[in-house]
């Protein structure tokens, strides 16, 4: 049961847009900032978002993050094959002093 | 750039210690950042286990804090993760990153190692 809670699947066709929600609490999500990361089958995370918003270098502005209250939101747009891939979201959790991440959104372009 | 690497044993027997390193290069740990370990069992999500700053600070899961170590050799430029009486359940493939400040991100990554606990 993660601490974080993230939709376990999500689909849409190429050239669309899809939006991934992670859910938390005061704790984390609510005062501390988000980070989100796309893992490749077979691959290492990799982190597209971090700051809820801020993409780091070479991550292509099809990618975009908010935050709201205590959930916060991963926009894909102009979908691709290549984006099919396992989408995380993490922060810190100030009550528990760790590291907290959700369970993974499985995207599919179909 | 910056790069990570883990190495250690694949296989452990159960009740055994897990011991990994992480090699750094392109980057000097004693030049800030906080240091992580996290793993993902096979077919499931991310878990995160520990961090440490080259100060030698530290954080670990509540949960796993009574059997984690981790360390930072800033001699060799790597840091590890020690898991004592491992079982089955700690089967993972085991990810060396390093963390912001405040921990709220981790890049870049290791590839990641696969590790085994089965006799």
């Known amino acids: 049961q993660s601490v974080l809670t993230q939709a376990p699947s999500v689909s849409a066709a190429p050239g669309q847009k899809v939006t991934i929600s992670c859910s938390g609490s005061?704790?984390?999500?609510?005062?501390?900032?988000v980070s989100w990361y796309q893992q490749l089958p077979g691959t290492a995370p990799k982190l597209l978002i971090y700051d809820n918003n801020k993409r780091p270098s070479g991550i292509p502005d099809r990618f975009s993050g908010s935050k709201s209250g205590t959930s916060a939101t991963l926009g894909i747009t102009g979908l691709q094959t290549g984006d099919e891939a396992d989408y995380y979201c993490?922060?810190?959790?100030?009550?528990?002093?760790?590291?907290?991440f959700g369970g993974g959104t499985k995207l599919t372009v179909l | 750039q910056v790069q990570l690497q883990e190495s250690g044993p694949g296989l452990v027997k159960p009740s055994e210690t897990l011991s990994l390193i992480c090699g750094v290069s392109g980057y000097s740990i004693s030049s800030g950042y906080y240091w992580g370990w996290i793993r993902q069992p096979p077919g499931k999500g991310l878990e995160w286990i520990a961090s440490?700053?080259?100060?030698?600070?530290?954080y670990y899961k509540p949960s796993l804090k009574s059997r984690v170590t981790i360390s930072v050799d800033t001699s060799k430029n790597q840091f590890s993760l020690k898991l004592s009486s491992v079982t089955a359940a700690d089967t993972a493939v085991y990810y060396c990153?390093?963390?912001?400040?405040?921990?709220?991100?981790?890049?870049?990554w290791g590839q990641g190692t696969l590790v085994i606990v089965s006799s």
């Open positions: 993490g922060t810190w959790d100030s009550s528990l002093s760790a590291v907290v």
């Open positions: 005061s704790s984390n999500i609510g005062n501390n900032y």
């Open positions: 440490i700053y080259q100060s030698g600070n530290t």
């Open positions: 990153a390093r963390g912001s400040g405040s921990l709220n991100w981790f890049d870049p």
